[in-house]
């Protein structure tokens, strides 16, 4: 496997399901994401983990529970959602390096969410 | 306050013609970086170009430059010799060095390259 793989790439579940959003980089980074694309909107930053800390949390609802156990991996954890939460999820990585702007993110082919 | 303003929701244009995506930003960061992404219909988004604010050249990679006006805040994307492979979704993203990892996206714009 090369680059970011996500899995699943479609899921749909009912609103009081738990389900898992898996990410897996291969790039040797230091930093992922996980970004929420909604139709009509621009992509939304929601979670950052920079050496496996959380460094940022947009103000994601607590039924979006991220976990990072290694720099290669990033898991979205689900449960009692909304079919508002319904979306494109898209992981990426970078290699994070301090006072550079130029850290270019590379993405997941995404899993597309359909809550019912 | 959006960020990354992308005022054209569609394009088309004709294959082996130049197209030119706009793209304008709002920042009082000196140092920012603006990137520009395709995603296609699979989903993926795939980083095409970078500038950073201190580049005084316009960026190039292949068929794609950035013609980038600092005083007027703007970072159109110009695809050059348009390909039926380049029909897709464009971002535009902005990352400000003050405000940690975020990249701020704007809503995007749908090419149709015809052949």
């Known amino acids: 496997e090369t680059g970011v793989t996500q899995t699943p790439r479609h899921l749909v579940m009912g609103m009081t399901n738990k389900k898992s959003l898996k990410c897996e980089q291969h790039l040797g980074h230091n930093a992922m994401y996980w970004y929420k694309q909604s139709a009509k909107k621009p992509l939304e930053l929601m979670f950052v983990y920079n050496f496996k800390e959380q460094t940022e949390n947009n103000s994601v609802p607590s039924r979006f529970s991220p976990e990072c156990p290694n720099s290669s991996h990033l898991f979205l954890h689900l449960h009692t959602l909304q079919p508002e939460d319904s979306a494109l999820y898209l992981c990426?990585?970078?290699?994070?390096?301090?006072?550079?702007?130029?850290?270019?993110?590379?993405f997941g082919p995404g899993t597309r969410l359909t809550v019912l | 306050a959006q960020k990354i303003t992308q005022t054209q929701p569609g394009m088309f244009v004709q294959e082996k013609e130049a197209v030119t995506l706009d793209c304008t930003y709002d920042t009082s960061d000196q140092s920012y970086g603006l990137f520009w992404y395709k995603q296609p219909s699979s989903g993926e988004m795939i980083f095409l170009i970078y500038?950073?604010?201190?580049?005084?050249q316009n960026a190039t990679e292949g068929r794609y430059s950035l013609n980038f006006q600092k005083a007027r805040k703007s970072a159109n994307l110009v695809i050059s010799a348009s390909q039926l492979g380049d029909s897709a979704m464009y971002f535009c993203a902005m990352r400000e060095m003050d405000s940690g990892y975020a990249l701020n996206f704007g809503k995007g714009t749908s090419l149709l390259v015809t052949p």
């Open positions: 500038q950073g604010s201190y580049d005084e």
């Open positions: 990426a990585s970078s290699q994070e390096l301090a006072g550079v702007s130029y850290n270019e993110q590379f």
